[in-house]
């Protein structure tokens, strides 16, 4: 069975940087493309980044482009998200998922979705 689980999550300043990570076990990790989504209180959740098997290719949602960075190492069966120059607005629980198939920017495209970690970003 497919088991999903992220960490890195924190309390940050505006400006500061965290990094996720999201471990998997139960699969070929290498199988798989992946995703990130994260969902503020009282919002829908958001496609964050996703990345191919591979790693060869990513995708971002406008709002964190130029800011956030997906990674992967395989040999680790982990996946990553570098936040840089973090916003009071990117405050949301932070998923990982498993991508399906179809568009990579549809939530109800992945599965297996982890627990998710807290990111809180202060001002």
Not at 5 to 14: D, Y
Not at 51 to 78: E, H, L, M, P, Q
Not at 88 to 105: F, I, K, L
């Amino acid at each position: 069975q497919v088991q999903l689980v992220e960490s890195g999550g924190g309390l940050v300043q505006a400006g500061g940087s965290l990094r996720l990570s999201c471990a998997a076990s139960g699969c070929t990790f290498s199988s798989y493309d992946m995703g990130w989504f994260r969902q503020a209180p009282g919002k829908e959740r958001e496609f964050v980044a996703a990345i191919s098997w591979s790693g060869s290719s990513t995708y971002y949602g406008d709002s964190v482009k130029g800011r956030f960075f997906i990674s992967r190492d395989n040999a680790k069966n982990t996946m990553y998200l570098q936040m840089n120059s973090l916003k009071p607005e990117d405050t949301a629980v932070y998923y990982c998922a498993v991508h399906r198939g179809g568009s990579r920017y549809v939530s109800r495209n992945y599965a297996y979705w982890g627990q998710g970690t807290q990111v809180t970003v202060s001002s």
